[in-house]
């Protein structure tokens, strides 16, 4: 059995990474340290002095706006100092304004070009926005400005997946490994990148390695349970997914990926009961109520898929699959106007989104009613 359609898997792991304590951006005193203040002081500036202090005074009350309006007037003051911009960039980040943030990274940059901090804080920003290619630029400087830096090479390493350069983001994890090797989600990572390659054995080595160092991070289960099954051993497979699932009882991912499992081997109502604890976990989670209402409309019971994706409709009301799947529920009911509505908005979004195959299907759809 093949379950290479776990797809979704290792965007899952990839995507996870980069918000976590391994990918973080740099503490403040590090953009700024104490030392700054000296700098400032050396101007025998008064005023830039106060500004510094009042923003120092309000970035740890929590004012943060504040803060930033109070940074940027000491910008004002003194143009060449980078460490003026990097607190600016630090803190539209703190906000997620990670865009304000390369900016002010960049800027910091441009004035001490040779500092890695700047570099790597910039490179996180960037790929906070999803510009994966600028991301990739910065963490590579930081990295040849600082060798032993880890988040620069694992934050290289996952916006060199992102970008499908699987080759480089393993050497980059490689890179990491060398810097602490004893790390389970470098492991992880490094597995993760070998799963997405369709390298399961490799995966697999990997990810036993990780678990070793670390059995009880449910992340590591559910990589290793995809690379089992992959490899056709099911119950081992199985195992691990389930262990996933018990040490992270509230990761509705899991349970949506072990309903991915049981629908791969003909277990529709085992698949349905995970995508539905996977939905109550995450309501967020698109992919289980695709999957769900996909399975109701196989059964042709389509009420259930009629209530399942209208539920993620006004949950995501600019998705044109979900009123396409939506349209084919109703129209399993022969609710013919409702499914043409239906048909009709999925028509319109898919066109606002230049999805041609989407736009054809839903054209296909509306003609099979007669409102071509």
């Known amino acids: 059995m093949n379950f290479s359609l776990l797809r979704r898997h290792t965007l899952f792991t990839v995507s996870v990474l980069l918000s976590t304590s391994l990918v973080s951006l740099p503490p403040l005193l590090t953009v700024v340290p104490p030392a ?53 960039g630090f803190l539209q980040a703190r906000q997620n304004n990670f865009q304000a943030a390369a900016e002010a990274y960049q800027k910091a940059v441009s004035l001490e070009s040779d500092n890695a901090d700047f570099h790597y804080a910039l490179g996180f920003s960037q790929a906070s926005l999803g510009n994966y290619e600028e991301a990739a630029q910065a963490y590579e400087q930081a990295t040849q400005l600082d060798r032993n830096n880890v988040d620069a090479h694992l934050g290289l390493g996952v916006v060199l997946a992102r970008q499908g350069n699987l080759e480089g983001a393993i050497a980059a994890y490689r890179r990491v490994l060398a810097l602490r090797p004893n790390n389970a989600r470098i492991y992880e990572s490094i597995g993760s990148a070998y799963l997405q390659k369709g390298d399961y054995e490799d995966a697999l080595q990997a990810l036993q390695q990780a678990a070793r160092l670390d059995a009880r991070r449910g992340s590591i289960q559910l990589n290793l349970g995809v690379a089992l099954l992959n490899l056709g051993n099911t119950q081992a497979g199985m195992d691990a997914l389930k262990r996933a699932a018990d040490l992270e009882p509230r990761n509705g991912m899991i349970r949506m990926q072990i309903g991915d499992v049981y629908q791969a081997q003909g277990n529709a109502e085992q698949a349905i009961n995970l995508y539905q604890q996977a939905i109550s976990l995450q309501p967020d989670l698109k992919e289980a109520y695709v999957e769900l209402g996909q399975l109701y409309l196989e059964q042709q019971n389509y009420l259930l898929a009629i209530v399942t994706y209208r539920e993620l409709t006004q949950r995501a009301p600019e998705d044109a699959d979900a009123h396409f799947y939506l349209g084919q529920a109703l129209q399993g009911r022969n609710r013919t106007d409702e499914a043409i509505a239906a048909f009709e908005k999925a028509r319109d979004l898919y066109e606002q989104q230049n999805n041609r195959d989407g736009l054809a299907q839903a054209e296909d759809a509306l003609d099979e009613l007669g409102q071509g």
């Not at 830039?48 to 009350?61: H, W």
């Not at 003051?77 to 607190?87: C, E, L, Q, V, Y």
């Open 36 to 88: 700054a203040a000296q700098t400032i002081a050396a101007d025998n500036d008064e005023r830039l002095n106060q500004l510094f202090e009042q923003g120092q005074d309000l970035v740890q009350a929590g004012n943060l706006p504040q803060a930033i309006e109070v940074y940027q007037q000491a910008a004002a003051i003194a143009p060449d100092n980078a460490r003026i911009f990097s607190a600016i």
